[in-house]
């Protein structure tokens, strides 16, 4: 049995953290899917759902920009610096990095009042003019959120760094409850506004769930700026990098934006509905890995260049391959799996209420163009951590900036010829070049590693995901084409079937050919040892 109590311990290996922040983010990616459903049922992919999508652009480029450049970059590498020399020095910096960033957000959140009318204008053009105030409206109340959000990840990243990741794992779970508490309840008094007040509580949420575990580590605010100057100095000279990046990738976000308001009614809910589909095995399989990994990466680089050993860039190659080799061996499955059944997957999370045939087609296929991307995505996110933890920023960089040059144009040119599933492939090609880029970088930076493991990954991958997709999926589609019904009970016993097909094709790979070994998802010194209480040798 595996004892409640070991979820809230520091996780000493990287497959016990990763299985911890699964099982977590699993529940909070259904809460996502609830929430999507009920806005999708409500609201249909229409403007008023354009609305609520496009009032978020804003406060998340300025988050990315301001304070997520400098949790995803810097925090952890100079964090496993810090922890050696001692928490009070810790807090100081910590406390420091909480009254700089509401104080940066808080002037933001003070422009962005001001000026709203006249950012909706460059944001969507498109937008009649009531739905220009509307979001301008919606925009100004959201400013609230990437403030309460900044604290609260930095809350989340601390704890993190002290290998404790199940109460930031479940900071998501209570965003997400918030929303759906805005959507079934304030929505009923205020409309789409009640939506925007449920983000709001949401993230309120998230930041007061993680405070009980950051005091009970001892922590105190006391800001300590002049004393925490030099190592500021050098997360923010991180960070900088890491900030045109992501104005990069924000500046692409922004564009979709900009596109699908010239295109019909319910494009970017098309686009943001069919990409929050293909996030989530990422969020649950891939980024647990990652955000488990990284601590560890950050402290094994750390380690090595204090005492200038190659044992520990050994220890830091190693925890590398098996990461990325982890990630790939199950993204490809399910990359395959969800492109296959993608029309099934769209009908049973967004198919209800006001979302008609019409819009769960176009999701679906752009959710399938997602698809192509998605083995990449997963691994381009660990690559740039593993950057990140050896303290280089600027390749990442570089990279974003070729691909977003590449990208804009295309975005432009899909869109308008081909509308969302266009700009859906263009963004999955953008992340396909984006990795292979990185990923040689990273190979030669570490001194021409082969990395085998990530091969052998891709190789099983492939098998694993044609066994899981396509005889289910084949029978799925033969199934519907003789029954030609379109009734609940029909479409459950098609998927039934499909399962079933599937299930059993997946039980041959890994038990009769034994394509994969599952004791290579998690060895022993992880899950195993989660579930007997021991700890690793």
Request: aromatic content about 14%.
């Amino acid at each position: 049995m595996i004892s409640i109590a070991k979820f809230f311990e520091p996780s000493p290996t990287v497959e016990r953290g990763a299985f911890i922040i699964a099982v977590v983010t699993a529940f909070g990616s259904a809460l996502g899917i609830v929430k999507n459903t009920l806005l999708g049922a409500q609201f249909g992919a229409g403007a008023e759902l354009d609305l609520y999508f496009a009032a978020f652009r804003i406060p998340d480029f300025l988050y990315n920009i301001f304070i997520f450049s400098t949790l995803s970059s810097s925090f952890l590498p100079i964090f496993s610096r810090l922890i050696i020399q001692g928490k009070e020095k810790l807090w100081g910096v910590l406390s420091s990095l909480i009254l700089i960033f509401t104080v940066v957000l808080g002037i933001c959140g003070l422009v962005v009042l001001v000026f709203s009318h006249e950012i909706v204008g460059i944001l969507a053009p498109g937008f009649s003019s009531v739905n220009a105030d509307r979001l301008s409206l919606f925009l100004r109340v959201l400013m609230i959120q990437p403030i309460l959000l900044a604290v609260s990840n930095l809350i989340a990243m601390t704890l993190q760094g002290f290998k404790r990741f199940f109460i930031s794992s479940c900071a998501p779970i209570f965003y997400n409850a918030g929303i759906i508490i805005g959507i079934l309840v304030f929505s009923q008094w205020w409309g789409m506004m009640g939506v925007i007040f449920g983000v709001i509580c949401g993230a309120l949420f998230h930041l007061l769930i993680q405070l009980p575990s950051l005091w009970k580590l001892g922590f105190s605010f006391r800001p300590a700026i002049q004393g925490s100057l030099p190592h500021l100095k050098e997360m923010f000279l991180l960070m900088i990098p890491r900030s045109f990046a992501l104005v990069a990738n924000s500046f692409l976000s922004l564009w979709v934006v900009m596109v699908s308001s010239l295109l019909i009614p319910g494009s970017l809910s098309v686009f943001d509905l069919a990409n929050s589909i293909q996030a989530l095995p990422q969020t649950i399989f891939a980024l647990s890995f990652i955000t488990a990994s990284f601590p560890f990466l950050s402290s094994a680089w750390a380690a090595g260049e204090s005492q200038d050993g190659q044992g520990e860039k050994k220890v830091f190659i190693r925890l590398a391959e098996q990461t990325m080799h982890h990630i790939i061996m199950v993204m490809i499955p399910v990359a395959m799996v969800l492109a296959v059944f993608a029309p099934v997957v769209v009908r049973m999370m967004l198919g209800y209420g006001n979302f008609s045939v019409d819009d769960q087609s176009q999701t679906s296929l752009a959710l399938v163009m997602f698809c192509i991307g998605i083995p990449f995505q997963a691994l381009l996110m660990f690559l740039v951590r593993g950057f990140f933890a050896m303290k280089n920023t600027k390749i990442p960089l570089y990279s974003v900036l070729i691909t977003s040059a590449l990208m804009i144009p295309g975005i432009w040119l899909s869109g308008v010829r081909f509308g969302v599933w266009g700009i859906a492939l263009v963004m999955s090609c953008g992340a396909i070049l984006n990795t292979i880029y990185l990923f040689f970088i990273f190979k030669r930076i570490l001194g021409g590693v082969a990395f085998p493991m990530v091969r052998e990954g891709m190789k099983k991958g492939f098998i694993l995901g044609s066994f899981a997709a396509f005889p289910g999926g084949v029978a799925y589609y033969i199934i519907h084409a003789m029954l030609k019904g379109a009734t609940s009970w029909i479409f459950i016993f098609e998927l039934m079937i499909a399962a079933l097909v599937s299930c059993v094709s997946v039980f041959v790979a890994l038990y009769v050919i034994k394509v994969v070994d599952l004791r290579e998802l998690f060895k022993k010194q992880g899950l195993n040892d989660l579930e007997n209480g021991s700890e690793p040798h």
